[in-house]
Nanobody, 123 residues
Framework: QVQLVESGGGLVQAGGSLRVSCAAS????????MGWFRQAPGKEREFVAT????????YYADSVKGRFTISRDAAKNRAYLQMNSLKPEDTAVYYC????????????????WGQGTQVTVSS
């Protein structure tokens, strides 16, 4: 199993920046990709970004492209989501998840999930 713990969420004003982190432990050798998803109240879970664990290939949702940057430090088993130019519509609980394949935006292919960290963007 892989255990995931997110951190770094909080309250920020529109236009501001925030970085959330995801620490992985356990069978981290099985990780092929790590993704970030988010879920706002009353809405479905939404794909945000993903990164391949070894090569660093990235893929973003159109809604965050150019504003968010996903990165990883495989040696430290950590992934990050740098969020710039935040908008109120970015308000959500942000989850990291791991996959054993290049799952991209398909949340059903992600095997392990963290508990989430709240990001609130005020207008």
């Amino acid at each position: 199993q892989v255990q995931l713990v997110e951190s770094g969420g909080g309250l920020v004003q529109a236009g501001g920046s925030l970085r959330v982190s995801c620490a992985a432990s356990g069978r981290t050798f099985s990780i092929y990709a790590m993704g970030w998803f988010r879920q706002a109240p009353g809405k479905e879970r939404e794909f945000v970004a993903t990164i391949s664990w070894s090569g660093g290939t990235t893929y973003y949702a159109d809604s965050v492209k150019g504003r968010f940057t996903i990165s990883r430090d495989a040696a430290k088993n950590r992934a990050y989501l740098q969020m710039n130019s935040l908008k109120p519509e970015d308000t959500a609980v942000y989850y990291c998840a791991t996959a054993t394949s290049w799952a991209v935006s398909d949340h059903t292919l992600y095997d392990y999930w963290g508990q989430g960290t709240q990001v609130t963007v005020s207008s």
